[in-house]
């Protein structure tokens, strides 16, 4: 125990020469009565950890999202605290406690549904023969698995306003980089010097438009300015991670706004460069409408507390090159059922190289793809059949879209809406097969499953 606490400490002490060097800056205090943050804003399970780590005589501080989230008086998506106490101290304070993560060592605690994540303070440089920070040559931080103080801590993180410590011990803010008075002026600023911190982290340019959307900050000039000439940074980052800091993008709520700004600084593009291109050449409102619409519903949903998922924007967002690249293969000679699966193999493959969408939902974005062509077939037992698809809901809700944004006959998603609501007399008549078309519509394969249905006296 006091070998750890030796070492511990050693680490800190050596961690905090570094740092004087760096900064001079002291952290401004804001006392309890200088901000609006209280108690009853905070999680218990939040508070249970604060104190506890406080009892056991630690520093332990609320930091991040819900620092800044709590002074905009909205509630956080989650609670974070940093330490002085290491990994293992933690763990031995707490029973319901998990470490995690290889990069980096973190605390779960864990309360039912509720996790507290604790992190002991970073340091932002490590002794340059430790092997402990490891630098890609492109400025890329790979590994930087230091501990060091709460200085150091607050100056490696990415924006001024996500730099604010709240201390349990007297309710105070801290602040150490000038993150409250960005925060009074809607500001978001890096760090340090931008274009450095790009490097660093390229994914920060994404960070910087959904936290600008999400608050409604501006992004301070000096910030803005670096990231036109960026974007190509992205590419370097695995597309695991891409993908999950497209989640966050798209289905926060914010959605359009947040694809109108990445479009704005070019990011969109390197995100889904397919739809991009489509975007770019379009030459007709279509695409721009479709994608539109489909953000906008999604917004709408998360709004009404409704799900939404990843799958079904996809499929959106992919829909136009989808079509495109299954005309092409039509015009050279495919039919159309081929055209469309090839189509959207060769989509997805190139997509998921940039964005890790992992397997069960590109099967779903290729279900409700392909589910499109069935709408059309009215007659006999294939609306029924089309219905019980497990699928069938969200292909539904696609059509809808795809008609509010003209890419299909109104009248056509009026026949399925209608469809689903009448009584199976209704029905019968709706699926009755034009007098001149019944010949055609006995082809070998629906004859077939037309009887195994009379058998079971479904639908005829
Ligand atoms: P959200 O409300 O979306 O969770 P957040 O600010 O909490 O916002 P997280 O991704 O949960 O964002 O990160 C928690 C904190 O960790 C941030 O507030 C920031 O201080 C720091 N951080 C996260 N990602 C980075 C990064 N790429 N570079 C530097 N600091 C980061
Ligand atoms: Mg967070």
Not at 76 to 95: C, G, M
Not at 251 to 275: C, I, K, W
Not at 353 to 371: C, D, F, G, N
Request: with cysteine; hydrophobic share 35%.
């Amino acid at each position: 125990m006091t070998a750890i606490l030796n070492f511990f400490k050693k680490i800190l002490g050596a961690a905090s020469q570094t740092q004087q060097k760096k900064t001079s800056r002291v952290g401004k205090i804001y006392s309890r009565s200088e901000h609006n943050i209280s108690r009853s804003q905070i999680s218990e399970n939040a508070l249970k950890v604060l104190y506890r780590l406080k009892k056991a005589g630690f520093d332990a501080y609320l930091v991040g999202g819900c620092v800044r989230d709590l002074l905009l008086g909205r509630e956080p998506k989650d609670f974070d605290v940093a330490t002085n106490a290491s990994p293992e101290q933690v763990k031995r304070t707490f029973r319901n406690c998990r470490l995690i993560g290889r990069r980096f060592r973190l605390a779960h605690i864990y309360f039912g549904q509720e996790i507290i994540e604790v992190a002991t303070f970073r340091g932002g440089e490590a002794e340059e023969d430790s092997g402990q920070q490891v630098v890609h040559e492109d400025g890329r931080l790979l590994r930087d698995n230091v501990f060091g103080t709460i200085e150091q801590d607050a100056w490696r993180r990415d924006f001024t306003v996500n730099s604010l410590y709240y201390n349990i011990r007297d309710f105070s803010v801290v602040d150490y980089t000038g993150g409250m008075e960005d925060h009074a002026k809607a500001v978001l600023k890096l760090i340090g010097d931008p274009v450095t911190r790009y490097r660093e982290d390229p994914v920060r340019m994404l960070r910087a438009v959904r936290f600008a959307v999400k608050l409604g900050f501006s992004i301070d000039p000096e910030t803005e300015k670096p990231i036109y000439e960026l974007t190509e940074l992205l590419r370097g980052i695995p597309a695991a991670r891409l993908f999950d800091e497209t989640l966050k993008l798209f289905m926060s709520g914010y959605g359009l706004q947040t694809f109108e700004m990445l479009r704005h600084y070019n990011l969109f593009a390197v995100l889904f460069p397919d739809s991009d291109k489509c975007l770019e050449t379009e030459d007709h409102d279509f695409p721009r409408v479709f994608l539109v619409k489909a953000l906008q519903n999604s917004d709408n949903r998360v709004a009404e507390g409704k799900t939404v998922m990843p799958y079904f924007l996809f499929a959106a967002f992919l829909w136009e090159p989808l079509q495109l690249e299954a005309k092409r293969l039509m015009d050279s000679g495919e039919n159309e059922a081929f055209a469309y699966q090839h189509a959207a193999s060769g989509i997805l493959n190139r997509q998921v190289k940039v964005t890790a969408i992992p397997k069960r939902v590109t099967q779903s974005m290729r279900e409700v793809w392909l589910l499109q062509s069935r709408f059309t077939k009215r007659s006999g037992v294939r609306p029924y059949r089309l219905l019980s698809h497990p699928r069938f809901r969200a292909a539904y809700d696609f059509l809808l879209l795809r008609a509010q944004a003209g890419d299909v006959d109104a009248e056509l998603a009026d026949w399925w809406s209608r469809f689903q609501q009448v009584d199976e007399a209704e029905q019968k008549k709706m699926t009755r097969p034009a007098k001149n078309s019944r010949h055609k519509g006995r082809s070998r394969r629906s004859g077939k499953f037309r009887s195994k249905k009379t058998k079971s006296n479904t639908h005829e």
